[in-house]
């Protein structure tokens, strides 16, 4: 997929992503208040589905790194996964089940993903963009909130990623090859 294009299936996303965001308010709401309880709900509503409207822009920051990258860095080792798991409906929370809050699964993963691109740029001394210094803290910030609603997923997440970086597809695959 060429750039261009790339940048309008992510555009597209984006705006899937705010209306759907709008039109599943009462299912979201309902699926937050039974996992938080009343109280939490209010709190973390707007900031859940702020990182779930960030995700494209997040996407799309990940693959400027990763053409820019060398084939060793996590950006090009994880990059096929990160779509192949944003773009399959069936995973630790599914969206056809769970509308909205089934994108928050795909949220970690890709700030995840997101914020490790970032520290191996850093750590390697390599220059970051000025909106990513935005969007690195932004992340950082709303993924605590995630892994406070969905620990579970969030934890396998983690362990998946770790296991990517290394090489070994296991956990991955049980995700997909239920």
């Given at each position: ?45 707007e ?8 995700m ?85 910030y ?37």
């Amino acid at each position: 997929m060429s750039p261009k294009e790339e940048n309008s299936v992510l555009k597209a996303m984006k705006e899937q992503l705010k209306t759907l965001a709008e039109t599943d308010k009462e299912n979201f709401h309902i699926k937050l208040r039974t996992r938080v309880g009343k109280k939490a709900t209010g709190i973390l509503e707007e900031k859940l589905k702020e990182i779930i409207v960030l995700m494209p822009d997040l996407v799309s920051r990940v693959y400027l790194y990763w053409n820019r990258s060398d084939n060793k860095s996590k950006a090009k080792k994880i990059g096929g996964y990160l779509l192949t798991y944003l773009y399959t409906p069936e995973d630790l929370l599914s969206t056809k089940e769970w509308g909205l809050f089934g994108y928050l699964d795909d949220a970690y993963f890709v700030a995840k993903i997101y914020t490790q691109v970032i520290d191996e740029i850093n750590e390697a001394k390599g220059k970051v963009a000025g909106i990513d210094f935005k969007y690195y803290e932004k992340s950082k910030y709303l993924k605590k909130y995630v892994r406070g609603v969905i620990p579970k997923e969030a934890k396998k997440i983690d362990e998946m990623i770790l296991q990517l970086n290394e090489g070994n597809q296991k956990i991955y695959s049980e995700i997909f090859g239920k």
